[in-house]
């Protein structure tokens, strides 16, 4: 959470940094922002990863029903002359 928060607080920095140089131009403020937040989209992916629980294991059991019959393989329609 620690990285996160810090990783947060640099992709600020750095979009203020871009925001305040009146040489740049439009485009390259939008295009250093985008790059900004994507090293902060990436930490958060990794986060998220890391944090989520583990799967459960399902059993044989665990469907809620019978299972569906087995279908017939598919004929084909065509007419013969």
């Not at 203020?16 to 937040?37: C, E, I």
């Amino acid at each position: 959470m620690r990285r996160l928060d810090e990783e947060s607080h640099t992709a600020g920095l750095r979009i203020t940094t871009y925001a305040k140089d009146p040489a740049n131009s439009v485009h390259q403020l939008v295009t250093g922002s985008r790059r900004a937040l994507a090293d902060l989209s990436a930490t958060r992916a990794r986060w998220h990863h890391a944090t989520r629980p583990a799967p459960a294991i399902r059993t044989p059991a665990a469907h809620a029903g019978p299972r569906p019959p087995p279908t017939s393989p598919a004929t084909t329609a065509r007419n013969t002359r």
